[in-house]
């Protein structure tokens, strides 16, 4: 069996590419954007839509030196699988309670901060779309899949920086009310491909 993990986390990117070959045959290959990554003992959150963030969710030290009234963590990850069985493929999409912290904590900059949970669902919903019409190919997927991987995360990390960007961190709140309202039918719009964790 051949396994592949991507994981990538929102405010510390991180992209994290394992290999494991049949026979004992393998390796790890670590690209850190960062120095630092998910960790195992992290308390994660998976994202589902009857779950909403609450400030008890938030138990990373907060950030000293800094204008930020919260910060949210999470990850973006996929697992490839290829065995006698064929092609298979999980996609995760989770909150790190550990490495969130929230300063001023108000509903108003919760709502923000779940703005950025939710655009982390989205893609992991385009993640699946993606891999849901990939065609194996024993001769280049490591490539291709590495491909798409990252294509999703780029488009993920340009839309959470347009987000804080045109929110002003959610100090503009028609920008703010305009990006909810924008999140919210991008999950209606991509809701097919949300069963990618089941």
Known sequence: MTLFSFLLQLSVPTFRFSIMMQKLLSFLLLLSISSFGQSNDEELITW?????LTWADYKG??????DAAASTATYLGIEY?????????????SFSKTKSWGLHKTDYILAHEQGHFDIAEIFARKLNKEMSR????KNNFKDELKKIYLDITTEKEEM???????TNHSINKEKQAEWLK???QLLREYKVFAGYNQ
């Open 61 to 66: 030290q907060v950030k000293t030196g800094t």
């Open 182 to 184: 924008k999140i919210d």
């Open 81 to 93: 699988n290829f065995n006698s069985k064929g092609f298979g493929y999980k996609i995760t999409c």
């Open 48 to 52: 589902t839509e009857a779950k909403k």
């Open 160 to 166: 959470q920086n347009e987000y804080d960007k045109e």
């Open 134 to 137: 990939y065609k194996f190919n």
